[in-house]
Structures are given as structure tokens and as C-alpha cells.
């Protein structure tokens, strides 16, 4: 009967463990698709040099308070 109870403490801890993984990696593709869109918008914002100085005062602020998030998450 403990063998029993030791083995089914075994399989739960497993499954745990996996649980736990298949977590971390659906939060780190997450956070890797917002980085993709923060690049795109950066690569955008260099991209634009004909547009005001303001506005591009903004988005990089934009930017900027978005990898603030992103790295605050880790």
C-alpha cells in the first residue's frame, strides 16, 4: 500500500514538473511575441526619420514603457 502511495506521489510530482515547464514556455513565447512587435516598432520608428521629433520622442517613450513591462514580468 505505501509503495502504492509513493508511486502516485512519483506520477503527480512528474506531471507537476511538466505543468510547470508547459507554463514557462507559453509565458516565454509571450513575452517573445512582444519583443517581436516592440523590434517591428523600433525598426519602424528608426525607419521614419521624416517625421517630427516629438513624435518620435513619443513612441520611443511608447517603446520604452513596454520593455520596462516586459522585463518587470521576468
Request: neutral net charge; charged residues 20%.
Amino acid at each position: 500500500m505505501a509503495q502504492l502511495v509513493v508511486m502516485v506521489i512519483g506520477v503527480a510530482s512528474v506531471f507537476l514538473t511538466i505543468g510547470r515547464k508547459d507554463q514557462a514556455i507559453e509565458q516565454s513565447q509571450t513575452q517573445i511575441s512582444e519583443l517581436r512587435q516592440i523590434c517591428s516598432d523600433l525598426a519602424r520608428v528608426v525607419g521614419s526619420l521624416g517625421i517630427s521629433d516629438a513624435s518620435q520622442t513619443a513612441q520611443l517613450q511608447s517603446i520604452d514603457k513596454r520593455l520596462d513591462r516586459l522585463e518587470t514580468l521576468r
